[in-house]
């Protein structure tokens, strides 16, 4: 699918620097605050940030059924209740006015100050007040990877991986935005030569490279939403980081799976990219063999070509690329994955937070985690300060990026960076 939103040939008046992850094209959501504005809906242009509450205060948005509340306000949810095509006539109208040939704010000096703001002065906020947050694990080489390490390449691949899309349900009270720093987590861990567990800070603490996607109002409890239906049902995609305390994981796990070893911090990017944004980079999806079942197949290209990056930098020292992935990947597409979210009846609400699971591609400089880049701390990554890494230390700041690129226009999602303390 293609519109107007999408055209590679649109500009803006507003000045998008080269290699910027916000162009026209792109108009991303998120909640936003200055020193003199309380926090409100945005919408990414270049590096400015255009105020919603003051374009609807001034009466751009006329035609549309927003109010006030649906853009002052500390989330994007109320924006989001008024659903997929509402949001995308709220996105196309946003296009229009910052498009080139549209002077209705252009030549309104009195009123450009009001209307955007600096990125560089602005302090984002958690987008979204996520209700339900679902972990999945659908890239098949990671899990092909952590398959080698704990059990065999022969039986890397659980019988029932690709059957399902795998998931579990995670801690959404515990999901943080870029820029807040993670408190390194403290639990049972218990080594293989000894007889009984310890307690005391992670030592295995490590990032999962993944991507998210937000939902808008779903069906009620007992319904479910087809592969066809999903696209109705998703807003939009973030960057997102799943911290993973690998030797609180490997004592807990057995046999629920993730607990405390996953539910202490998951940092997400703080702009939402819209679907709208992102069709002109959908592709095909893998060849699914064995056939999957009925209500997981799906029509038309649903995987996404973004490409992915995660950076590891120590205090004082220049960053170190330890991973350049794609979510091309990934074995399960978000399609897929809502449709067997809600097969047994599960309702889906607005602002709920489905991630991918850890992105991990076909050679070892596109692994999603330190588990797999430095398989299971045998092959350490060096350093630009001559340290090594097998996982992540105190001190350190991860950082994510994202972004598609086709015909000339970039579509990114910022970054998602967060420091490491030292425990409590």
């Known amino acids: 699918m293609t519109n107007k939103t999408n055209d590679p040939a649109l500009k803006s008046w507003i000045d998008v620097p080269p290699n910027c992850d916000f162009p026209i094209q792109n108009l991303p959501f998120g909640i936003y605050s200055t020193n003199s504005k309380d926090r409100r809906v945005g919408v990414a242009i270049g590096e400015k940030i255009l105020d919603l509450y003051f374009l609807n205060k001034n009466g751009y948005l006329n035609d549309l059924p927003f109010t006030e509340k649906d853009f002052n306000c500390d989330f994007l949810n109320n924006m989001m209740l008024h659903g997929k095509q509402n949001v995308s006539n709220l996105r196309a109208r946003v296009s229009t006015l910052l498009s080139n040939d549209n002077n209705e704010i252009k030549n309104n000096e009195n009123q450009l100050n009001q209307l955007f703001d600096n990125q560089d002065k602005a302090q984002m906020h958690l987008p979204v007040k996520i209700g339900d947050y679902t972990d999945f694990y659908s890239s098949e080489q990671h899990a092909y990877n952590v398959g080698c390490m704990f059990r065999d390449p022969n039986n890397a691949l659980l019988p029932n991986w690709k059957h399902i899309p795998v998931g579990y349900h995670g801690r959404s009270s515990s999901i943080i935005v870029s820029g807040e720093p993670v408190i390194r987590p403290k639990g049972q861990q218990k080594l293989d030569n000894q007889e009984n567990p310890v307690f005391g800070p992670c030592k295995l603490l490590d990032f999962e490279l993944e991507m998210g996607f937000i939902t808008f109002e779903g069906k009620p409890l007992g319904e479910t939403i087809s592969t066809d239906e999903a696209d109705d049902y998703i807003f939009g995609m973030c960057l997102f980081n799943d911290w993973s305390a690998r030797d609180i994981q490997k004592w807990e796990y057995v046999p629920l799976g993730p607990f405390l070893a996953k539910n202490f911090a998951s940092s997400m990017s703080p702009w939402i990219v819209t679907i709208d944004a992102l069709e002109p980079f959908r592709i095909p999806g893998p060849n699914q063999e064995p056939a999957v079942l009925p209500y997981l197949e799906y029509n038309g290209d649903k995987h996404l ?50 991630a991918s699971g850890t992105i991990s591609g076909p050679n070892e400089g596109s692994y999603g985690s330190m588990l797999e880049i430095s398989w299971k701390g045998t092959k350490p990554v060096d350093m630009p300060d001559g340290t090594q890494r097998r996982f992540i230390n105190d001190g350190d700041t991860v950082t994510m990026r994202g972004y598609s690129e086709k015909n000339g226009v970039r579509i990114g999602f910022g970054e998602v960076k967060s420091e490491i303390l030292p425990s409590k």
């Open 305 to 354: 070509d973004i490409n992915l990056e995660v950076a590891i930098k120590a205090p004082n020292q220049k960053e170190k690329i330890v991973s350049n992935s794609n979510y091309k990947h990934m074995y399960w597409n978000m399609n897929q994955q809502l449709a067997h979210h809600s097969i047994n009846g599960c309702d889906i609400h607005c602002g709920d937070l489905l």
